[in-house]
């Protein structure tokens, strides 16, 4: 019977060379496995501040619901630093995610995936099945499944890139001689006018907000079912795994050399 751990057969399997992972030893039955590095960790802590920050003074943007409550000038006021705060965010937002393309190729398999592969989709439909209570073949990954590095690629991938575009350029308009403005005046052939431009914002915007509580949930619930530190792992790294289930990796990261020789 083929093991679905192995690198080969693995949707886990990364499209660029990839060096061992760090593994610690526990116990004779479990190993603590290095996977998420600590530029991925920084990555989804900044862009976890970055989000709820737009989101909080985005809502407020699009529905200052203060304004009833205060002077006009007391309301202005307000107005520009929540602007100012959710265009801040925006640059940070940015910047982070340009790091997190890099650390795409400089990083550990955990950190990349690899869509052009067909085992990467015949997983996904695998961890679909699971997730609907439905008989399915799902191995069992380390890192994240396919599906949830499908949904990555989808929302945090291009809906990122679409939120970017429409919220830079909606910055701008006001000053379309800017060097921004000039950058972005491209945005409406794709988009539409303004208001389809607003709208498009709007919308992957409250994408991102479902995206964030199912990520949430389905972190929960993976941690209360599998055990293995997926909660604590943003924070430490580290996840906890049985020796049988990484034995593969081991062999195919550092291969002939004896199995003590693989933990630090």
Do not use: C
């Amino acid at each position: 019977m083929a093991n679905p751990y192995h690198l080969d057969e693995s949707s886990e399997s990364a499209f660029k060379n990839e060096y061992p992972p760090k593994i610690e030893k526990v116990n004779n039955e479990t190993v603590k496995i290095y996977v998420w590095e600590l530029p991925v960790r920084i990555f989804h802590w900044v862009n976890a501040a970055a989000i709820f920050a737009l989101m909080i003074t985005g809502i407020y943007i699009g529905n200052p619901f203060f304004d009833s409550m205060i002077q006009e000038e007391a309301s202005g006021f307000i107005m520009g630093w929540v602007r100012y705060i959710h265009f801040f965010s925006a640059f940070i937002f940015t910047v982070n995610l340009l790091v997190r393309l890099y650390w795409t190729f400089a990083g550990n398999k955990y950190a990349s995936s690899n869509l052009f592969r067909k085992i990467f989709w015949k997983d996904t439909w695998e961890s679909v099945k699971f997730y609907l209570f439905l008989k399915n073949k799902k191995p069992h990954f380390v890192g994240h499944n396919p599906l949830a590095q499908l949904s990555y690629w989808v929302v945090i991938g291009v809906g990122s890139i679409i939120m970017i575009l429409t919220g830079y350029y909606l910055y701008t308009e006001p000053q379309p001689e800017s060097f921004l403005g000039k950058l972005f005046q491209w945005v409406p052939v794709i988009f539409g006018d303004s208001f389809d431009i607003r709208s498009w914002h709007h919308l992957v915007a409250w994408a991102f907000m479902a995206f964030v509580v199912a990520h949430i949930y389905l972190s929960i619930r993976e941690d209360y079912l599998s055990k293995n530190g997926t909660m604590s792992s943003i924070f430490t790294g580290y996840k906890t795994e049985s020796k049988d289930s990484i034995e593969d990796i081991k062999d195919e990261s550092m291969p002939g050399e004896k199995n003590d020789k693989y933990y630090m």
